[in-house]
């Protein structure tokens, strides 16, 4: 069964635009982590987030946001005033108490000038 | 701090060959690596889970004869595609999980194998 789903495929925005990633996961562990990754097209992940299940504040890191919901299961990331270099393929991740991450199927965003 | 290189970045090999990828962790030690694998326009798929000092731990679809995984210290871990077909052709990735933290895992910059 797919622990982590990204609905969205693809999103295609023009610069300056807001975009939500959505994130849904699944899981019966009381503790455990989420993450969220940018791939570049160079190929190399780039961290961005880690949120264990304990701590639902919402997050503000510069144009970035989280906001994560276990009511809901879900962990949304907003890029706020996008630019081209934010153009990436995203991926929302899941860590249980094995520490084994899975993946969601990735998002690719593409922010036109 | 937290840096993990691969080697080699990239690599094309005929089929039938074999093909070894280092994994590094240069600035910490690392218990646990994790071998994954992403194929074109795909998610990264876990592969096995490589402990130091012992033998890897494999996913289900996973085949162990064909992926050798050795993680000799507490910053090496390799990963030796043997007898490689163009269907192994993939971006393999390592993360190594920071010995004394709690899931903090760093990831490589990944390794694109060409099978041809």
């Known amino acids: 069964a797919q622990k982590v789903t990204q609905a969205q495929t693809e999103i295609s925005v023009v610069e300056k635009e807001d975009v939500t990633l959505d994130c849904v996961y699944e899981?019966?562990?009381?503790?455990?982590?989420l993450f969220w990754y940018k791939q570049p097209p160079s190929g190399e992940l780039v961290f961005l987030i880690r949120?264990?299940?304990?701590?639902?504040q919402n997050e503000i890191s510069g144009r970035y946001s989280w906001n994560f919901q276990k009511s809901t299961s879900s962990f949304n990331f907003t890029i706020t005033a996008s630019q081209v270099v934010d153009s990436a393929v995203y991926f929302c991740a899941l860590s249980e108490d094995d520490y084994k991450l899975s993946f969601g199927a990735g998002t690719t965003v593409t922010v036109r000038a | 701090g937290a840096v993990v290189s691969q080697h080699p970045s990239w690599v094309i090999c005929k089929s039938g060959t074999s093909v070894k990828i280092e994994c590094r962790s240069l600035?910490?030690?690392?218990?646990?690596m994790f071998w994954y694998r992403q194929f074109p326009k795909q998610s990264l798929m876990l592969m096995a889970t490589s402990n130091e000092g012992s033998k890897a731990t494999y996913e289900q679809g996973v085949e162990k004869d064909k992926f050798l995984i050795n993680h000799a210290s507490l910053t090496l871990s390799t990963l030796t595609v043997t007898s490689a077909h163009p269907e192994d052709s993939s971006f393999y990735i390592c993360s190594a999980d920071r010995q004394g933290s709690i899931n903090e895992q760093y990831f490589g910059p990944g390794t694109r194998l060409t099978v041809t």
């Open positions: 899981t019966r562990d009381t503790t455990y982590y």
């Open positions: 600035d910490f030690q690392a218990t646990t």
């Open positions: 949120r264990n299940s304990f701590d639902e």
